[in-house]
């Protein structure tokens, strides 16, 4: 332990949001979402918050949650009886966060930001780990640590998401989210045993996925999840259009109506009467037009960007896979 | 003696040089996790194996967890309520992993052993024994896993043994996640997607470099030839699909086309992104 916390010391000094995971948290993480992909699943992370360092050093997986209010309270007793059975061996059990898997990376979700508030309630710093399963076939280690930024946090407590607010605090969909990078720190006993057991060959399963030459599903898929993002995010425009041509509307009837009643004002000036009030909150003109949150065309958008970026890397790979085959039929 | 036929004999239906066990890595991690975070004076760690058996026989090692335990004077006290929680709270979220035996660390197998593994007997019919060396006693960590089998005499019990079964440590899993993740005890990021690719690449040319070498050494003479190595060789350069080369150009050009059109696409509606972002802005302002 001691040596942990010295490195754990250095990192301080360097960067605000390090995480760093350690021992079979990964591969239980693994484990679990790939046995129960497609079907998305979640479990507890747990480890030490360690000045700027939260360290995960251990996890468990919840069962597949079913709408019915007993098996919830089941659920609740179930985290606190397996978090008091891993401590009786030693294991930290300090929640610090939970993670998630996801397929094609579609994990921008309000439920996510509900969760993600959720926790935060409890625990000041906590964060979310995500996994793809999808992408892992294709020899990448598709880990992500989120957390969500503070000045997002702090509107959707106040659940206020118009534009003049995201204006004041210069909040753009990209300041959503913030990724957090992930150290992985592995026990020396481990490290050992790891290089007693790695092959000798000098190809590996992942190197295998990594040069398989299909990745026509995978693109297929990201491309219809993109093509449905785009339809719902132009949905959310339509409402935002909506909402413009009606504010615009009764803009103009208020306008209208102002200068109508100062019309009336000075005649009545004329006349010597006392002018009448220039605002009439009974009139239902002057009612505000509720603003549509944007906080869903936010995501949406956040979601499509990240398909975006997925797209961009499996096609730069083929490039490279492509040339690569290329090549070795010349020769 | 009843007859002079009598002779030592195995009661275990199924031979055991039969039985295999695979191990998933995730179980060597907990065990190696459990074994670090052991109380002060315990000199092992014990836990349950769950995983299945597959329809071939093998036992499919998957998961683990530890079980508190105490040993003193030839005396095992295991706490059984625990090892059942436990249990109850696995198989809520995984019914397919049943208990298919236990682990210990240390090398080989001791005294306590016998009693503790008759204590999953009644678990589950032929448990597995799991022995990890995390001491590294003999220079390397010995990992190896046994079945017990009555040694009887007639109808006499006289003793167990421990009977070695063989072991499958090949790690798809570990594999995919890549060893040099596991093997070190810092990394400091996650390597991406193109960074894999090319160590990946790299490797292959390394191995296609090592062919050519090899070959021409042996055109040359100064190896043996070997016909196992060179119908090997033989076999991999037939299973490269024999093309025109129009029909190969055509082949990786459509799919680089491809892959262009939906780079182009996914750049447009990026650009389509920051310009709805700029005007919505805009819109505000008014």
């Known amino acids: 332990m001691a040596n942990r916390f010295d490195i754990c010391e250095d990192f301080q000094l360097q960067a605000d949001n390090v995480l760093v995971e350690s021992n079979p948290v990964i591969l239980k993480i693994i484990k679990h979402c790939k046995e129960f992909s497609p079907s998305l699943v979640t479990g507890q992370l747990l480890g030490l918050d360690v000045g700027s360092v939260l360290e995960v050093t251990n996890c468990f997986p919840f069962p597949i949650r079913e709408e019915d209010e007993e098996i919830e309270a089941d659920g609740a007793n179930y985290q606190l009886e397996m ?43 906590c964060v979310c780990i995500i996994y793809d399963p999808s992408r892992s076939n294709q020899g990448v280690l598709a880990l992500k640590a989120l957390k969500l930024s503070d000045s997002f946090m702090e509107l959707y407590r106040n659940n206020n998401f118009t534009g003049e607010k995201l204006r004041e605090k210069n909040l753009s969909w990209v300041d959503i989210f913030e990724e957090i990078p992930i150290k ?61 041509r009606s504010l615009s509307r009764q803009q103009a009837q208020q306008q209208a109506w102002l200068q109508k009643r100062r019309a009336e004002n000075a005649a009545r000036k004329t006349a010597g009467e006392d002018p009448l009030p220039e605002e009439d909150p009974s009139n239902p003109i002057f009612k505000p037009v509720p603003e549509p949150s944007r906080l869903d065309s936010f995501l949406i958008t956040n979601q499509i960007s990240n398909y975006c970026n997925q797209i961009n890397g499996v096609a730069g790979q083929s490039f490279s896979r492509l040339y690569l085959t290329k090549a070795l039929h010349e020769d | 003696m009843a007859s002079e036929h009598t002779v030592l004999q195995f009661s275990s239906s199924s031979s055991p040089s039969s039985l295999s066990a695979k191990v998933h890595p995730l179980v060597i991690f907990n065990i190696c996790d459990c ?24 036992v499919d090692i998957r998961n683990s967890y530890a079980v508190p335990h105490n040993e003193a004077a030839g005396q095992v ?124 690449m ?70 389509q992104l920051s310009l709805a972002e700029n005007l919505n802005t805009a819109a505000q302002i008014l």
């Open chain 2, 35 to 58: 074994y670090v975070r052991r109380p002060d004076q315990a000199e092992r760690v014990i836990g349950t194996l769950l995983g299945s058996v597959l329809p071939d026989g093998t």
């Open chain 1, 184 to 244: 992985v720190s592995n026990s020396a006993l481990i490290s050992a045993f790891m290089t007693e057991l790695e092959a000798d060959t000098p190809v590996t399963q992942c190197d295998y996925d990594r040069l398989q030459l299909s990745t026509s599903p995978f693109l297929e898929r990201n491309m219809e999840f993109l093509i449905e993002c785009m339809d719902d995010l132009s949905m959310e425009q339509q409402k935002f259009q909506f909402y413009y």
């Open chain 1, 83 to 125: 978090m008091r059975c891993l401590r009786e061996v030693n294991v930290d059990n300090n929640t610090v966060g939970w993670y998630q898997s996801t397929l094609f990376g579609s994990y921008q979700t309000v439920e996510l930001i509900e969760t993600f508030m959720n926790y935060q309630e409890n625990i000041r710093r």
């Open chain 2, 77 to 200: 006290a295991l706490d059984i309520e625990y090892h059942h929680n436990m249990l109850i709270f696995h198989q809520k979220v995984n019914p397919k992993e049943v208990i298919v035996g236990w682990y210990s660390t240390g090398l080989g197998v001791n005294g306590g052993s016998q009693l503790i593994h008759e204590f999953y007997s009644r678990e589950v019919p032929n448990p597995v024994h799991l022995t990890v060396d995390t001491g590294f006693r003999n220079g390397e960590g010995t990992i190896k896993a046994y079945v017990s089998v009555n040694l009887s005499l007639g109808d006499r019990q006289l003793a167990a043994q421990f009977q070695e079964i063989s072991l499958d440590l090949r790690m798809i899993e570990a594999e995919r996640v890549g060893f040099d993740i596991l093997k070190t005890t810092a990394v400091d990021k996650i390597p991406s997607d193109l960074d894999g690719m090319e160590a990946s």
């Open chain 2, 202 to 271: 790299e490797r292959l040319l390394a191995l296609i470099d090592d062919v050519y070498k090899y070959v021409d050494n042996v055109v040359e003479g100064n190896i043996a030839p070997d016909n196992n190595i060179g119908r090997y060789i033989a076999d991999t350069l037939a299973s490269v699909p024999k093309l025109s080369s129009t029909a190969f150009d055509k082949l990786v050009n459509d799919s680089l086309q491809d892959h262009l059109l939906l780079l182009y696409l996914s750049s447009i509606t990026r650009t």
